[in-house]
């Protein structure tokens, strides 16, 4: 079974930076289409961005699109979430998570279509 572990998060200004990382252990993410959820003080956990094992699809949802870029390192076993231009709005718990196969684009912002997650790591933009 494989078990995520994200890192990375904390506080920064609105405008600033920060890079999320996604470490897994116990099977290589190579075989798993990797997204990142997050997750708003009192809002549900809604869909971020998600990247093939080939890394050659993405996807992201409107509110992060050309702010935030998924990518990933198979050899290091490692899913990265750059986010720039940060914004208030963007504070949240964000989560790592995995899923077997890419599929048509409706279903990869569904919770339910993925197996594994993290425990996720807390981001705060001030204002």
């Known amino acids: 079974q494989v078990r995520l572990v994200e890192s990375g998060g904390g506080l920064v200004q609105a405008g600033g930076s920060l890079r999320l990382s996604c470490a897994a252990s116990?099977?290589?993410?190579?075989?798993?289409?990797m997204a990142w959820f997050r997750q708003a003080p009192g809002k549900e956990r809604e869909f971020v961005a998600v990247?093939?094992?080939?890394?050659?699809?993405?996807y992201y949802a409107d509110s992060v699109k050309g702010r935030f870029t998924i990518s990933r390192d198979n050899a290091k076993n490692t899913v990265y979430l750059q986010m720039n231009s940060l914004k208030p709005e963007d504070t949240a718990v964000y989560y790592c998570?995995?899923?077997?196969?890419?599929?048509?684009?409706?279903?990869?912002?569904?919770?339910?279509?993925?197996?594994?997650w993290g425990q996720g790591t807390p981001v705060t933009v001030s204002s």
């Open positions: 998570t995995a899923r077997d196969i890419w599929g048509p684009q409706r279903t990869l912002s569904r919770q339910s279509e993925y197996t594994y």
């Open positions: 990247i093939s094992r080939s890394t050659i699809n993405t």
């Open positions: 116990g099977g290589s993410l190579s075989s798993y289409v």
